[in-house]
């Protein structure tokens, strides 16, 4: 099949090209991130363009469309709304619209910031109430998407992951001060459940090579707190650290508004689809792994 991963210099789309390209005949967007990606042809995309997505669509004509092309920075979403609509949202509607005429499935990977945190293990039943101006865009993303496309694919997930160098994002930080000896604090009363990128990108693509349509809940198996997840983070990567505070939730002045806990309930698409969801801390097992093989000198312990 031909597959577009638009996005795909991003920290999700990368492992998006690497699962499928064996397969698959596979071209990765990228905004302004320009990378080269083995198996992979790559070319600049402005989703807020909507001649520039008709034009490259059109002549690739692919079969599916992963859409992981956002505005991800919570802060600046805040900072500038509009320009997260535009991208998050209308981007979204552009791409699924002209996926949709050329016939192909657009996969839309959503967040679970749609939710307010007030409860958690949210299930697809539960009716999403985003409380920052992202949740807000991605959600009107799903709208957009509902309306411009009839194949569609939704999904709702929270993922941690290797960025490609020389760009480092969360996980190659928290990792580079715990082996610094910095003191973290993490939040002992906020939960999530996230998936490490390429378990995750195995996943979105073993679903549209199923043709799966609808809307659903990713997440890993068992919640954890971000203290919890910090924990398992020294352990495996500086098993040396040991200067981890907890400390209870609450807002950082200034800073976009965070949900207290947004935990996904995936169980409805276990039972679809009959995957074996992983656990947090098999998910970065898998990430250190990865990032050895990468080469990558702080990934030595």
């Not at 997505?53 to 802060?75: C, E, N, S, Y």
């Not at 807000?136 to 290797?162: H, N, P, V, Y």
């Not at 806990?261 to 098999?282: C, F, H, K, Q, Y």
Request: proline content about 5%.
């Amino acid at each position: 099949m031909r597959i577009i991963v638009t996005g795909g210099s991003g920290m999700l789309g990368h492992c998006l090209v690497e699962s499928a390209r064996d397969r698959h005949k596979v071209w990765g967007s990228y905004r302004s991130h320009p990378v080269d990606i083995r198996s992979c042809s790559m070319f600049a995309l402005d989703v807020t363009d909507e001649t520039q997505v008709k034009t490259q669509f059109g002549m690739i004509r692919p079969d599916i469309v992963i859409h992981t092309a956002g505005l991800t920075d919570v802060d600046e979403c805040e900072r500038s709304p509009d320009k997260a609509r535009a991208i998050n949202s209308k981007g979204t509607e552009t791409a699924a619209k002209i996926a949709g005429d050329l016939g192909a499935l657009f996969v839309y990977i959503s967040s679970d910031y749609v939710f307010d945190g007030t409860k958690g293990n949210y299930s697809e039943n539960d009716t999403p109430r985003p409380i920052n101006h992202y949740g807000r865009s991605k959600l009107l993303g799903e709208d957009g998407a509902r309306q411009a496309c009839s194949r569609l694919l939704i999904l709702r997930t929270t993922m941690f992951g290797l960025k490609i160098p020389p760009q480092t994002g969360m996980m190659e930080s928290l990792v580079a001060a715990l082996r610094g000896g910095k003191p973290i604090t993490r939040f002992v009363d906020q939960y999530f459940t996230p998936l490490y990128t390429q378990q995750l990108a195995d996943f979105i693509i073993r679903f549209a090579e199923l043709g799966l349509t609808g809307l659903f809940h990713l997440g890993a198996i068992g919640k954890v707190s971000r203290f919890e997840f910090a924990q398992h983070v020294a352990e495996i990567f500086a098993p040396a650290a040991n200067d981890i505070r907890p400390v209870p939730f609450r807002q950082i002045e200034g800073l976009a508004t965070r949900p207290r806990d947004t935990s996904l309930n995936s169980r409805i698409l276990v039972e679809r689809t009959g995957v074996e969801l992983p656990a947090v801390r098999a998910g970065l097992l898998q990430l250190k792994k990865d990032w050895q093989m990468m080469g990558e000198e702080i990934a030595a312990v």
